[in-house]
């Protein structure tokens, strides 16, 4: 991606802002992990989300298909 000089300079006159780096600092303290619940994963939370997401999407799922594990390498 080639950016024009004008838009090169703006981004760097943004980047030493510190409006925007006392901006970005603040979302980065206020962002959190909605599936962990006291320091653990809740992984019903995540399943409930993963469930009520594929509904929303209407996706279909695959019948199940047996994985055949005659030579697995990593």
Not at 12 to 18: A, G, I, N
Not at 54 to 65: A, S
């Amino acid at each position: 991606m080639n950016l024009s000089d004008k838009s090169q300079e703006e981004l760097l006159k943004q980047s030493q802002s510190v409006s925007f780096k006392n901006d970005m600092d603040t979302v980065a303290g206020r962002k959190h992990n909605p599936f962990i619940k006291n320091g653990r994963v809740d992984t019903e939370a995540y399943i409930e989300f993963v469930t009520q997401y594929n509904e929303f999407i209407n996706h279909q799922p695959k019948p199940f298909r047996r994985m055949i594990d005659i030579e697995m390498k990593l």
